[in-house]
């Protein structure tokens, strides 16, 4: 199975708290320093149209494409240029996902093997091509940190020029090969402002050392594959001769999984198998994993999911698929808010679990009941637009619904919604108790003032 082209999208999600209006914080980005094209956009821009006239606004902002050389043994022995284009895609609820594209269209003039993309596929170093490198200005970075600073160079920028700070001088060389040493101290020394990285607030959330990244991406793997090959008509025809190798094949580009022969075509075929294909069409081939997604293709001039329609718009294939990467960057997006609120929620839990077992007479054993209470608000606002869920307002392509909804089986987005809320819950009940707390050691100490004035004598 031969591949003409192949691109792999890296989404890496983040959340904000906006604390200005949303028309004034894409107005601050639209005066970018660094040539990125900025705009407001709606949800259903790229192929998606409304149920109902709802506006749901949201910036994104897409960063010039440039060529990296990238060095990947499991690929080709030289160096192999690589085109890296970037998009930050911004919600008014301040969820957000920035996506990083690797396009490769040949190796050395030849059309690409499933091995090779899996190998490009996993330069995020959670599966394969752990050796992997990328040139940054003549220096060799592993490709996973290559992607995680580009990723976190992306919110530098978005947070600075937001807040009308300037772009520090190591974000704005554009330079990744020294932007890991004083990126934890930019951090931890840049001031509250209207915009909040929330992600950054601890250390323990997001990582800085070489081992550990923070967060691994997920992948969506978009392949074209000519029409001389026709592998997705063998899968869907009657004919057996090829059909085991194409299921096995397709099932390993969806699994990231390099040992295709040790994988059942039986078993990948069956209902919710890796084969399966969610799109009605036997020209396009869509299913969606733990692991990642996966789109194929069939490169056909006169087909019905061709890329570019007769009048040189985008044809249907196009439209298709720029949906299913909408609804993949709003999973991705959901999983990665409630994921990160769940985290601040366990936090504070055991912050205020650790303060109500300290003895109740003890002075200042008990927080600032205001702070408490502010903390609590700011978690239930964040949590209240965590759950929004954008496909309510809109309607897409069959086919982009049901990776959706898969999606939200396969990352337990829904439980996650729900787990959110058992955790708010309790952290109100537990500062219903402290208020109860408070308020009976206030009466104790007040009856205590009241004897030691010799209250028993009147």
């Not at 809320?421 to 050691?441: H, Q």
Request: charged residues 25%; aromatic residues 8%; negative net charge.
């Amino acid at each position: 199975m031969r591949l003409d082209r192949v691109r792999v999208h890296f989404l890496y999600g983040f959340l904000l708290s906006i604390h200005k209006e949303f028309d004034d914080f894409v107005s601050s980005l639209s005066v970018a320093p660094w040539g990125s094209e900025v705009r407001k956009t709606k949800y259903w821009t790229s192929g998606v149209r409304p149920l109902l006239n709802l506006r749901r606004d949201e910036a994104i902002m897409t960063a010039p494409t440039q060529s990296v050389r990238f060095h990947v043994p499991d690929i080709a022995p030289q160096p192999l240029p690589i085109s890296v284009s970037e998009q930050t895609r911004v919600s008014r609820s301040g969820q957000g996902v920035c996506r990083i594209t690797l396009d490769c269209d040949s190796i050395g003039g030849e059309p690409m093997t499933v091995p090779q993309a899996i190998s490009l596929a996993s330069l995020d170093g959670s599966y394969a091509s752990d050796h992997a490198t990328v040139d940054c200005d003549g220096t060799l970075l592993p490709s996973p940190h290559f992607l995680f600073l580009r990723f976190m160079r992306a919110m530098i920028r978005l947070c600075a020029v937001a807040n009308g700070q300037e772009v520090p001088p190591f974000v704005a060389q554009n330079s990744l090969s020294t932007l890991r040493s004083p990126l934890k101290e930019w951090v931890k020394a840049s001031p509250q402002a209207d915009v909040e990285w929330v992600d950054m607030v601890t250390d323990d959330i997001i990582g800085f050392d070489d081992e550990c990244l923070g967060q691994y991406p997920y992948v969506l793997t978009e392949v074209e594959v000519g029409n001389h090959a026709k592998p997705l008509e063998v899968l869907f025809g009657n004919s057996t001769e090829r059909r085991d190798e194409i299921t096995r094949n397709l099932a390993a580009l969806l699994l990231r999984h390099k040992g295709i022969e040790h994988l059942s075509s039986a078993e990948c075929e069956e209902q919710g198998g890796p084969a399966q294909n969610l799109s009605p069409s036997r020209e396009l081939f869509i299913n969606i994993h733990q692991r990642s997604c996966l789109v194929v293709w069939e490169a056909v001039a006169g087909g019905a999911y061709r890329k570019t329609a007769p009048d040189g718009t985008p044809g249907l294939g196009a439209q298709t698929l720029a949906s299913v990467i909408d609804a993949v960057e709003l999973l991705r997006m959901r999983w990665h808010a409630s994921v990160i609120l769940a985290a601040f929620a366990d936090a504070r839990l055991w912050s205020y679990r650790q303060v109500c077992r300290a003895p109740t007479t003890t002075e200042g054993a008990f927080p600032e009941q205001d702070q408490w209470l502010d903390a609590i608000s700011a978690l239930r606002r964040d949590i209240l637009a965590t759950i929004e869920d954008p496909l309510t307002y809109r309607r897409s392509t069959s086919t982009a619904f049901d990776v959706y909804e898969k999606g939200l089986a396969l990352f337990q987005i829904l439980a996650l919604d729900r787990s959110l809320i058992r955790r708010l819950d309790a952290l109100e009940a537990e500062y219903r108790d402290l208020r109860e707390r408070r308020r009976i050691a206030d009466l104790k100490t007040a009856y205590q003032i009241w004897r030691r004035n010799g209250g028993e004598q009147h």
